[in-house]
């Protein structure tokens, strides 16, 4: 349930900056859209870091003898 709550927080970070790049741009704030659209990865790569390092961990111990 808890990675439901994950993928539904990102899905739901990754339309918000979506929307906010495309209004931005229409506005003529090309630049601005581009500040949110990497804030936006950024944030999302730091919640995907954690499961990463999770799978790492997992391996690690999947293939120690």
Same mark, same amino acid.
């Given at each position: =349930? @808890?990675?439901?709550?994950? !993928? !539904?927080?990102?899905? #739901?970070?990754?339309?918000? $900056?979506?929307? =906010?790049?495309?209004?931005?741009?229409?506005?003529?704030? @090309? #630049?601005?859209?581009?500040? $949110?659209?990497?804030? #936006?990865?950024? !944030?999302?790569?730091?919640?995907?870091?954690?499961?990463?390092?999770?799978?790492?961990?997992? $391996?690690?111990? =999947?293939?120690?003898?």
């Amino acid at each position: =349930m @808890d990675q439901m709550m994950e !993928l !539904l927080k990102i899905g #739901g970070l990754s339309m918000a $900056v979506m929307f =906010m790049s495309i209004i931005l741009k229409q506005a003529g704030k @090309d #630049g601005y859209a581009n500040m $949110v659209s990497i804030g #936006g990865i950024t !944030l999302i790569l730091l919640i995907i870091a954690s499961y990463i390092l999770e799978l790492f961990e997992v $391996v690690e111990t =999947m293939f120690m003898f």
